[in-house]
């Protein structure tokens, strides 16, 4: 939850277990969901999907959260506009920066950074045993997750892929909360993206407790390209969005990775604190693309790191360190 700051950004970071979705978050609903409203209505209430498009297309891509997604919406108070909302189907349109790789040393990892604006960020660490797994990741609108791991070891998390386009199709985070509740494997997760429609250009890394990994490119107007790339930035195949590639260093951004990857034998400890630095570590929160966190996933632990300038909070899949981390954004990260 962000608070307003006149030195800087600053934004407050809650982790919190709920095996069973209930009063815990219903009250994170109620604290978050007049500014969703406001997003989500930002175009008119006739710019989105029926109630009752959002609940077909779950039932034929993702018939096991249907149940999951019925419970959420008894407790946001079953009201048409909250529904459509939390199917995430056809949302407004919405894109960040972020960065993210593999590190297939010793004992392989995920590491990201989240580059948003704090303004639209939830800061909830949430962690659920909705149907048979825990999941844990960071939620976005309080359902989806822009990163996460379950306790079978499967890591996923999300970047912009630098595209315009916008069609039919989930919200990202959803297909992120989808894969982690119902895949145990890289090639389960492989099948879900390949068949649940992405509503924007994004690409998703997963990993899996025995290291096999993908990227996989998705966008509305083609198929879903599954990769063997360690490294996800801000564009796809190639560069299509030239403006967006400059503003946000997609490129430099992506090779600074790679070079490290393929040039560098360095611990998994050195890596990480890469995206702690530019170029991977951005202060632009005035235009939106400032590192709100950095993740880190080690599938075969079952462990996660939050990481801010100064700060590590561990926490477990099954066993979060519950509680609530102020963090105050630096101006500048040298």
Not at 14 to 37: C, M, N, V
Not at 56 to 80: F, N, Q, S
Request: hydrophobic letters at 40%; proline letters at 5%.
């Amino acid at each position: 939850m962000l608070n307003p700051d006149p030195a800087g950004a600053s934004l407050s970071f809650e982790a919190i277990t709920e095996e069973k979705a209930g009063e815990q978050w219903r009250s994170l609903f109620d604290r978050h969901w007049p500014a969703y409203k406001r997003w989500f209505l930002s175009e008119g209430i006739e710019a989105r999907q029926t109630y009752l498009a959002g609940y077909r297309a779950l039932k034929k891509y993702m018939p096991e959260l249907v149940p999951t997604y019925e419970k959420l919406v008894e407790l946001a108070g079953g009201g048409d506009t909250a529904a459509r909302f939390l199917s995430f189907y056809c949302p407004p349109a919405y894109m960040s920066g972020c960065s993210q790789a593999i590190w297939s040393g010793d004992e392989p990892l995920l590491v990201r950074n989240y580059d948003y604006s704090p303004a639209l960020c939830d800061g909830v660490i949430l962690s659920t045993r909705w149907n048979k797994r825990w999941v844990t990741g960071m939620t976005d609108g309080l359902f989806g997750l822009v990163d996460g791991m379950n306790d079978s070891g499967l890591a996923v998390s999300l970047t912009f892929g630098g595209r315009t386009i916008a069609g039919h199709g989930f919200g990202v985070p959803l297909i992120i909360r989808y894969i982690l509740e119902v895949c145990g494997s890289a090639r389960e997760a492989a099948r879900v993206l390949k068949r649940v429609p992405c509503h924007m250009a994004y690409n998703v890394t997963v990993i899996d407790k025995a290291g096999k990994y993908f990227t996989a490119y998705l966008s509305p107007d083609r198929k879903t390209i599954i990769t063997d790339a360690r490294v996800a930035t801000n564009h796809q195949t190639h560069v299509e969005w030239h403006r967006h590639a400059r503003a946000t260093a997609t490129v430099e951004r992506e090779r600074f990775l790679l070079q490290r990857l393929a040039l560098h034998d360095e611990p998994a400890d050195r890596f990480i604190r890469a995206f702690e630095k530019p170029p991977l570590y951005s202060t632009a929160f005035d235009r939106g693309f400032g590192t709100i966190y950095t993740s880190v996933y080690w599938p075969a632990r079952g462990e996660i790191e939050y990481r801010w300038p100064g700060v590590i909070w561990h926490h477990e899949v099954a066993k979060l360190d519950e509680g609530v981390h102020h963090i105050r954004y630096p101006a500048q990260v040298i």
